[in-house]
């Protein structure tokens, strides 16, 4: 008897507080879809009586938010997989080569890891001046196609592979470009998942940086862009709400179909992406 | 091979490897690193010509006489003080209550873990009108408890207890995942060992629990003090580009933020990153103290 009131108040409490995190994002959702008399309607409506999808045409017809979205898409993509290219090289290197100053290197990385980035803001904003860089993709994607974070975690999975199947590989005549395209990263695919999915996530939902290094219209990213658009929507919440849920939603697609890898990933390394 | 000694020749190798990585995180990560150290002591720099004409430590005199820094320290703290400690006690009661069901788990773990793949800009505009004064859904649910419509983002009374609930219910996800993950590694023998010496549920969560998962409340702590020392996009967000009224959610990114990008002031933003550089480690180096005495590993 006891135990089972136990396990009924478990659930009361999860199910409490499931709704209390479930409770924005279906605000969100409910307020996107009202018009505007309702949306400040007391006691709050959570249901419309016509869902007003016009909000979400009105919305992003109101700022060029499909010019923003492919903006994210772009520096996105080419962020990870930039990113992901340079640390696989270079975790190769960390976990299946011999070299002058492997251990000195390592720790000076390990050492950068600890400098918080926001403080890297200024020289670099400095550099991209210098590079004429500002306001140009190049800003948003170039600083961040190296990081340690994953060259790190991919360096522990590669060590994680046996040695006896790197010496097959030398035996059938494999070179290491080949073992390394072609053995290892298939084998690390897992991982490989897990630090792309959170690498994604990351880039997608960046603001700082985008903040800063643009300042045209037409270099924004989502939440940058979003950001400017509060001032335009004004207290057009149902407007505002439908172009959150925008900028929400790939990424809880995303999340949906890849939770698997994401959960593994955060598992394995314990640090954020 | 594998364990054979370093060669020139295997060096040129692994450095061909590194290559790309090298070229990017020395210049946008190692080199800033040296740089905004120096950047730190410029007292009169010209940024268009980069030219620096003089050096010194005003900078830092300049910082630690401004009582706007002295507030956004002093935010920060109690931003960190507020997310943390509420964000550990939280995510392990949700991570033990989780461990201990079965049906629906998978489901409960999805819908706790949402709100960090989402967009804090996004997600921070719908708090802002969650916490309208009139219309929002908070002051309507404290309105069934007789509480009057309190100004959420308007009194500099509220505004950082706001950003602190805010950014909880943002990071409790990723410690609940982490808190899982140590739950699970915890080998059911000590239990069982505990339950044969007579200890009741209550002990075996201070004897076995508490101390097996200090690891991981050690990383969680660590992870969530230095997330949130440098705390920004909530703030820019959800004060819609400004540091709360009358400054109540000034914090040192914050500040930083401002000296450098709305004051043009590079030296005096360089000297406050370097001081938050220097804080992070302090608070880091005693954890890990601390950790050394407290964490049984």
Redesign the interface.
Known sequence: MKLKVA?VL??V??IL??A??????L??LS?SLKTQPE??K???IWIPKHLLFSNYVNALKEAPFVQYFINSVIVTTVTTLGQL???I??A??FS???????NI?FV??LG?M??????????????L??MHLINTYGALI??W??S?FT?FTLRQTFQSVP?QI??AA?IDGAS?WHYLWHVLVPISKSTITAVTVLQV?GS??A??WP??VTNTEKLRT???G??AF??DAGTN?AW??A???F??FP??V???FL?KY??AG??KT???G | MLNAKPTIKSTLKALLYLLPMLVISITFSIYPIIKSFIMSFYTKYDFFKDIVSQYGIDNFKFIFADPDFHLAVKNTLIFVVGVVPLTVIISLVIALLLNRIKWLAGFFRTVYFLPFVTSTVAIAQVWHWIYNSDYGLLNYFLGFFGVNAISWLESPKYAMLALIIMSVWKNLGFNIILFLVGLNNINERYYQAAKIDGANAWHQFTNVTIPLLSPITFLVSVNGVIGSFKVFDEIFALFNGTPGPSKSALTIVYYLYQKFYTEWKYGIAAASGVILFFMILLVTVFQLWYSKRHVHY
Do not use: C, H
């Not at chain 1, 918080?116 to 904003?125: A, Q, R, S, V």
């Open positions: 396990m478990r659930y409490i999860l507080g499931a209390i995190m479930l409770m924005p994002f605000w969100m307020t949306t400040v007391i006691p709050p290219f340079t640390s090289l270079a190769f290197a299946r080569l011999n070299f002058y100053g492997k290197l000076i990385f950068t600890m400098v918080p980035g926001e403080m890297l803001i200024i020289p670099n904003f400095v550099t001046s210098k170039i600083p196609l190296a340690f060259v040695d790197y010496y030398k290491d996530i997608w939902n603001f700082m903040l800063i989502l939440p940058v979003l950001q509060t001032s919440y505002l709400m172009a959150s849920t900028v929400i990424m809880v995303l999340y949906i939770q994401i959960i955060i598992s314990g640090l954020k």
